[in-house]
């Protein structure tokens, strides 16, 4: 073969190559001829400047009259329609031109359909969704909600704006994501929103204890559970103060003669989120503020994603005038504001998911042992189609509890659990948290507060609400009736006395209204004391944000919107506070090295507020996980099954009160190691541990570095969301600021003749990366600034105050 001939095969086989590379979908990646196409591709999602002014018209049918949108600085839409089916088309749309692809892939990831989109490698994932019923629960969502004609109306409309947007795109306007991930937009349903708000559910209200308590009981015994898991931390301070008298008979359960005992399980237990996530919500009556008039603070504290989780916007119509942040992909606003009131939310951690041991006739599964008698199960066909390869069939067996999720050992679940066991979860059960929504946003005092909440059962949470005469807390949900520590343990599936026996009647759920203190708060702690005679749970989150929120606010007079500002950002760490001292006087000082030394001086004189410019806050955080592992890592590990572990603060209060617990002894050892023995090997671990990590004592150990704020993009794609955010709070803060979880939407109202009102969250109003309105909110929310939010009564008159309008008819 001549030269020139091996040249030329070489052109015509690399340029066939080219070709076929341009053309050819490479996993969920896109063809790159149509990626870099200049007139469909990534090119075209090139950031422009405010676009003109735009005149829209649509079908004849879908708008009754005209409706108006004005965008402001901050890219917020403020919606003028003249009826509410009108308003929520407008929502759907507009929310859909900025958030599409976000709204899509949330809903498909709840769905259990990611696989459609990315491959064999969310299988697992999409399986565990499916198993779990989450489309199920969204389906028996969705009929309550069309049961009732207000949030049928709402819900449909709000569908038709999302798709009479994506009617009006073509290949080249698809959000990046589509391209990069190479697929299409598809109809938005009523059935997708449902999908989402049951995905918060399961967000919020997604975990149990059940596993790992039982093997704890199995294996330590419940002396143990006595005397380290039921402990009551001093300093505990719960949502509905002490004083609340609970005047009401309540409801009798019926209890089972005997404990049941499971056996042993050795599977991963199901998703539990971080215990020391958070959130915080207070309001302050008039009686205590400058104005004279409430003032109501929210920061819901969730994982911060690019696009964010939440999209602020105004809606008005004759009916309703209301502001705040929605969920991309829900009609309504749900956290925010109107002309005469405000409300905000924090989640409660009732224990609404059990398990159920469940003992089948035969390896059909078609039967299983309940009250003496072989019931008949349900079998759920599941249909998981898997991009670039066949369709899996997956068959979910459901008792009358719920889903069984795991049948083999060989399903490759994400997320494992024992085998034979079904789930009994509050999200299954048929409910309209929309109709909540929507009442509470045209609320106008606290009675209609009240009737609102009568419709919210899932995920619990703690609604603030105030008006301009009276601030509550209400924690609200739909609550299983139980007998105390029900749901703790696995339960017997055979016996009718575990399953759940009704609900908590609405009027005997914790609320207050108007407490003499002058204030209500949450954040997330226990939601009462020891005399509420109903069992809600006991497992929520530690004490210390809780108790700092509430010794604040009893201190704190003439209150004004500045200051409920400044208590938002507190990163004051009252665990710190609590324990450091103990350890401090423990630590045998005199052979440390030079840095360690610093290091100790740094930790005595620090003031306890986990500021990013400090390193006292880095080092004690280190420490505490190190003596925290070692107190209780060796018999936790030797067990090789899944234990429940002290609380933070639960841990704090044995090392306070008891210096000479059995479990101090490390098990691995024929030493008898004491908690000194921990606090000082601990401290030297810790310190190896930082060095390694960090370097050198000083400046990279600042605690702004450690704290490790990370705001990525909600589908991970790199270089679309924001690392190595500089900040101060963290997990024991009312700040509680920590890795790519924090507080989510900041917000201060301020009541009166005239609503006042100040809000920011983590990231911008566009699902664009290349706007500048995708993330330029960061810095000024990591510094703990708020944007005044311009509520407007009707469509403003001045035209430079906006920034451009549609007009949709």
């Given at each position: 073969m001549t030269k020139k001939v091996a040249q030329l095969l070489f052109t015509v086989f690399s340029t066939t190559a080219l070709f076929w590379l341009l053309s050819t979908s490479l996993g969920p990646a896109p063809p790159l001829g149509s990626f870099l196409s200049p007139s469909s591709g990534f090119w075209t999602n090139a950031p422009v400047n405010a676009?003109?002014?735009?005149?829209?018209?649509?079908?004849?049918?879908?708008?009754?009259?005209?409706v108006q949108v004005v965008f402001d600085d901050q890219q917020i839409p403020h919606i003028?329609?003249?009826?509410?089916?009108?308003?929520?088309?407008?929502?759907?749309?507009?929310?859909?031109?900025?958030?599409?692809?976000?709204?899509?892939?949330?809903?498909?990831?709840?769905?259990?359909?990611?696989?459609?989109?990315?491959?064999?490698?969310?299988?697992?994932?999409?399986?565990?969704?499916?198993?779990?019923?989450?489309?199920?629960?969204?389906?028996?969502?969705?009929?309550?909600?069309?049961?009732?004609?207000?949030?049928?109306?709402?819900?449909?409309?709000?569908a038709a704006g999302v798709n009479a947007w994506i009617t009006s795109l073509d290949q080249r306007e698809y959000p990046l994501e589509y391209k990069i991930l190479d697929y299409g937009p598809e109809q938005w349903t009523p059935l997708k929103t449902a999908l989402l708000l049951k995905n918060m559910t399961y967000t919020l209200a997604g975990s149990n204890q059940d596993l790992r308590m039982s093997n704890t009981r199995a294996l330590l015994g419940d002396e143990f559970i006595k005397n380290v898991l039921n402990v009551q931390p001093a300093l505990n301070d719960p949502v509905i103060p002490d004083s609340k008298k609970w005047g009401f008979t309540p409801?009798?359960?019926?209890?089972?003669?005997?404990?049941?005992?499971?056996?042993?399980?050795?599977d991963i237990p199901p998703f539990q989120p971080n215990p020391n996530n958070g959130s915080n919500n207070w309001a302050v009556s008039g009686s205590k503020t400058a104005s004279g008039y409430p003032i109501l603070a929210n920061d819901p504290h969730l994982g911060m994603t690019l696009p964010s989780i939440w999209y602020a916007m105004q809606l008005h119509s004759p009916e309703q005038n209301v502001m705040g942040v929605s969920l991309p992909g829900a009609p309504s606003i749900i956290v925010g504001f109107n002309e005469d009131a405000a409300w905000g939310t924090t989640n409660v951690s009732a224990d609404v998911w059990d398990w159920y041991e469940i003992t089948f006739r035969d390896s059909t599964l078609s039967e299983y042992r309940y009250d003496g008698q072989w019931k008949s199960t349900l079998q759920r066909v599941e249909k998981?189609?898997?991009?670039?390869?066949?369709?899996?069939?997956?068959?979910v067996t459901y008792t009358h509890h719920g889903?069984?999720?795991?049948?083999?050992?060989?399903?490759?679940?994400?997320?494992?659990?024992?085998?034979?066991?079904?789930?009994?979860?509050?999200?299954?059960?048929?409910?309209?948290?929309?109709?909540?929504?929507?009442?509470?946003?045209?609320?106008?005092?606290?009675?209609?507060?009240?009737?609102?909440?009568?419709?919210?059962?899932?995920?619990?949470?703690?609604?603030?609400?105030?008006?301009?005469?009276?601030?509550?807390?209400?924690?609200?949900?739909?609550?299983?009736?139980?007998?105390k520590y029900q749901g703790r343990y696995i339960g017997d599936g055979s016996n009718p006395k575990y399953d759940w026996q009704g609900w908590i009647p609405?009027?005997?759920?914790?609320?207050?209204?108007?407490?003499?203190?002058?204030?209500?708060?949450?954040?997330?702690?226990?939601?009462?004391?020891?005399?509420?005679?109903?069992?809600?749970?006991?497992?929520?989150?530690?004490?210390?944000?809780?108790?700092?929120?509430?010794?604040?606010?009893?201190?704190?007079?003439?209150?004004?919107?500045?200051?409920?500002?400044?208590l938002q950002m507190d990163s004051f760490n009252y665990h710190a506070k609590t324990v450091l001292p103990k350890l401090l006087e423990t630590l045998l000082t005199d052979t440390l090295s030079p840095d360690k030394q610093q290091a100790i001086t740094g930790l005595a004189n620090w003031n306890y507020y986990n500021k990013g410019n400090q390193i006292a806050p880095s080092v004690?955080?280190?420490?505490?996980?190190?003596?925290?592992?070692?107190?209780?890592?060796?018999?936790?590990?030797?067990?090789?099954?899944?234990?429940?572990?002290?609380?933070?603060?639960?841990?704090?209060?044995?090392i306070l009160s008891d210096s000479t617990l059995q479990w101090y002894d490390d098990i691995n050892t024929t030493h008898k190691e004491t908690l000194s023995d921990l606090i000082n090997r601990s401290f030297h671990q810790a310190f190896q541990q930082l060095e390694e990590s960090l370097g050198s004592y000083g400046d990279t150990w600042k605690w702004g570095y450690v704290n490790n704020t990370n705001i990525g993009h909600l589908g991970r794609m790199p270089g679309m969301g924001q690392p190595d955010v500089f900040t101060d709070g963290g997990a024991e803060s009312i700040n509680a600021v920590r890795g790519s979880h924090g507080p989510s939407w900041r917000m201060v109202v301020e009541l009166g003749p005239e609503v006042k009102?100040?809000?920011?969250?983590?990231?911008?109003?566009?699902?664009?990366?290349?706007?500048?309105?995708?993330?330029?909110?960061?810095?000024?929310?990591?510094?703990?600034?708020?944007?005044?939010?311009w509520f407007m009564k009707q469509p403003p008159a001045e035209r430079d105050s906006v920034r451009y309008s549609i007009v949709l008819h």
């Open positions: 676009p003109p002014d735009k005149s829209i018209s649509l079908s004849s049918d879908v708008l009754s009259d005209t003028f329609a003249q009826n509410d089916r009108d308003l929520y088309f407008a929502q759907g749309y507009i929310t859909a031109r900025e958030r599409l692809w976000q709204m899509e892939f949330q809903t498909h990831a709840a769905a259990g359909r990611l696989s459609e989109i990315l491959g064999n490698r969310t299988v697992a994932f999409d399986r565990y969704q499916r198993r779990i019923g989450m489309t199920y629960a969204a389906e028996r969502a969705l009929e309550g909600m069309m049961e009732n004609p207000e949030t049928a109306q709402a819900v449909k409309a709000y409801l009798q359960t019926r209890q089972p003669d005997s404990t049941f005992t499971p056996s042993i399980a050795q998981i189609k898997v991009k670039g390869t066949k369709t899996i069939i997956d068959t889903p069984v999720v795991q049948t083999s050992g060989s399903e490759s679940m994400r997320t494992h659990i024992p085998k034979f066991h079904a789930m009994r979860w509050i999200a299954y059960e048929k409910s309209n948290e929309l109709q909540y929504f929507l009442e509470i946003n045209k609320a106008n005092d606290y009675k209609e507060y009240r009737q609102a909440l009568r419709h919210f059962e899932s995920p619990a949470q703690n609604w603030v609400f105030a008006d301009r005469s009276d601030i509550a807390l209400t924690v609200a949900g739909k609550y299983p009736l139980k007998w609405f009027d005997q759920i914790p609320s207050v209204k108007n407490p003499d203190r002058g204030f209500v708060s949450s954040a997330n702690q226990d939601p009462t004391g020891d005399a509420y005679p109903y069992y809600l749970d006991d497992d929520f989150a530690p004490y210390e944000r809780g108790r700092r929120i509430n010794e604040r606010l009893a201190s704190m007079d003439d209150i004004t919107v500045k200051d409920m500002q400044r004690f955080d280190y420490w505490w996980d190190t003596l925290n592992n070692e107190i209780w890592g060796d018999e936790y590990q030797s067990a090789k099954v899944p234990l429940q572990r002290p609380a933070r603060d639960q841990t704090a209060q044995l009102a100040y809000g920011l969250y983590p990231g911008g109003q566009s699902g664009n990366p290349g706007s500048k309105y995708y993330d330029n909110m960061i810095d000024d929310w990591a510094e703990g600034k708020l944007y005044p939010l």
